[in-house]
Every structure is written in C-alpha cells, then in structure tokens.
C-alpha cells in the first residue's frame, strides 16, 4: 500500500515538471508585436524661376512735367468777383490785350461815370473859393473815383502776352470766383520742355541725348541744363534738370502733364537675366540657390548690370537653370 501512494506522488512529480518544461497551454497564447509603422516623407516643393536669356537694360531717368519756355497765368488780382464770362477756351491763339474774361460790375460804371462828375464839380468849387475843406473834400472824391476806377480794371482780365491758351476754366457765369485763381494760361507752343527733378548733379549732362517720354509716347530730346549750369549761372532752381525736344513736339495740351528724361547707362544683349531678389550674399560670397535632379544647393555666382527689378550673371548659371525662390 506505501509502495503504490509513493509511486503516484512520483508519476504527479513527473507530470507536474512535464508542464512546466512546457509551457502552461492553458494560459492564452500572446500576440505577435508587429514592426513600428513606417512613415513616408512626400518630397519637398520648390517654387523655381528659369533663368533666361535677354536684353538688359540700366538707365538712367528723371521724372518731371512738360513746361514751356513762355508761360504765364491770368487770374483776377484785385478781388474777389462773379464771373460775366470767359472769352477764350483752349487752343484759342491770342494777342497781348485781347479780353480773356471778366467780372459782372453791375452798376459800377453808372456810379463811376457819376463820381467824374462829382469830382468835377467838387473842382469848381475849391477853385472858386480856395479853401482848405473844399480842398479835402475834392481829394476825398477824387479818392473815391480812383477806388471805382480801379475795381473796373480789375474787372477785366485781359492777355499779357502773345501766345496760345493751353488752358482755360469752365466757370458757369455768375459763379462766385476768388480773386488769384487760374483762369486761364497761356504758352509759346513751339518752345516746350521737360523740367525734372533729379538728386545727382552729374546724372545728365548738357547736350547729352535722351529720350522723353510723355504719355508713353517717345520723343528725343536734349539736355539744355542741369544743376551744375544753374548753380554756376546763380539760378535759384538747382534741383532740376531741363531737356528740350529735338525732333516732334507733343501737343500743347500736354503742357502739365508728368514727363520723363532717360537715357541708357548699360546694355547687355543675350545675357542671363534673372530677378535681383533672388540673389543673396553671404561672408563676401554671391550666390543663389538652384534646383537640379532633385537637390537643392547653392552655386556662386558673378553678376554684371543691373536695374530696378533683373541682375545679369556673367558666371555661375546657364540659361533654363531653375532658381529656387522659395
């Protein structure tokens, strides 16, 4: 009986370490830890500009307005008044002394030709007495004719020279108008000019060619002065430079409008051109960054004329090379 309990506590020691060389098939099976995910980085865009080949042009400009050598305004001076009427419109040739507009008087001229007589009487009366009132009193009326007078030949604008009206007001009649106001100008249509202002006294030279253009249509022009000749000639403009038109005229109704004087500095045919924008410096070194097969890298480059938007490269870069701009 002792022999057969003892060989069932063996045969339980056996199973029992069979199990555990095992493994416990009763516990559930654990799962199999997959591989991390794996990210796929898309490539990177670049937005590019083609170099290209081209015409560079540097010059130099000045920015006024077309002004002529004869010039001169008509305005009521004497006060302010209500328009009778306008008498000349532009494009109108006139003559020193012709009527260009003038003032409702009302009965200003009744009361003027009242106050001669006035005046007169006032005369016989200090001439026959001699008397000191009736000396004041003929200076007081004589002062009083002169006022009348001269509000009549204020009343009137009249040309103060021979020329052509490049302008002239539209002002209904009646209309209030101040006195020194613009009523018309007159100019010599055949003596026109560009004034421009400039910041570098030996930009332009006198008698170096330009171009002027005026409403984006081209004339030649040249240089009669600059601020050298105005300072040495003691002018007191010595900010400006002035060019006169060499072959066509525009219209004198261009007299005002903005103009510009240019002439050309630099030019480079067939060059590499790209925007300046896209060159950088660095430690001394110029270079722009290009995008080709995929990879973007920097290449040093030498440039050569540039203007207000392109820049020339003379070495580092071929024509279609892609620039990276951003």
Known sequence: MKKHILRIAAAATVCAMACSASGCYFF???????????????????STYKAVKKTIINKASAVG?????????CSFTERDGTLKTIYVKAGDTVKKGDLIAEYNTGDLE?????????VQQAENTYNASGAENDRLQLEIEKNKLAQYQSELDG?????????????????????????????ATIIDPTKIYVKASVNEDRKFKVGQEVTITVDEEEFKGKVVKTPIEAKEQGDEDTSSVYAEFTGD??????????????????QAENAIVIPKYLVKTLSGQTYVQVYKDGVKTEVNIETGISNATEIQILSGLSEG???VVK
């Open 65 to 73: 307005y077309c002004v002529s050598e004869l010039q001169q305004d």
């Open 155 to 183: 009343s009137k604008l009249y040309a103060p020279c021979d020329g052509l009206v490049s302008f002239a007001e539209r002002i209904a009649p009646g209309s209030k108008v101040q006195s020194y106001k613009v009523i």
């Open 28 to 46: 559930p099976e654990e799962e199999e830890l997959l591989e991390p995910p794996v990210l796929k980085v898309e490539d990177v865009v670049y």
């Open 249 to 266: 005229l525009p219209s004198f109704t261009k007299v005002g409008t903005v103009a510009d004087i240019s002439y050309i500095k630099e």
């Open 110 to 118: 009744y009361e003027l030709r009242t106050q001669e007589l006035i």
């Open 321 to 323: 090379d892609e620039v």
